[in-house]
């Protein structure tokens, strides 16, 4: 269980990046409900999820594992790869979200 998560430093990065929590959520794989447990203290992050975080927010997995109040540790691996699937996902959500205005129209 993370001790804390720090709401309004998560908020003003993903503002700062003209993100939402629905697609970070969604980048992470998770639902917006899981997120949601997360910004309460009610659900650690991964190490997988904090490692999206990092790349979606332009951070160390460490600051994001930080301010998550995450014990798990930060992941690693190939930074290149790990950049290649976050492309690949905001793509898919860019794909999806453009469908989705195209039916509200």
Known sequence: MALFFDQD???ARLAERGLSRTVLAAA???????LALAWKDQRELSAREVGIFAELLGVEPAEIADRAGVSTPTPGGD???????????????????ARLERGAR
């Not at 992470?28 to 409900?33: I, V, Y």
């Not at 930074?79 to 905001?90: K, S």
């Open 79 to 97: 930074p290149i790869a790990r950049i290649a699937a976050l492309e690949r996902q905001v793509a898919e959500l860019q794909t999806r979200l």
């Open 9 to 11: 430093w998560f908020a």
């Open 28 to 34: 992470a794989g998770m639902t917006e409900g899981e």
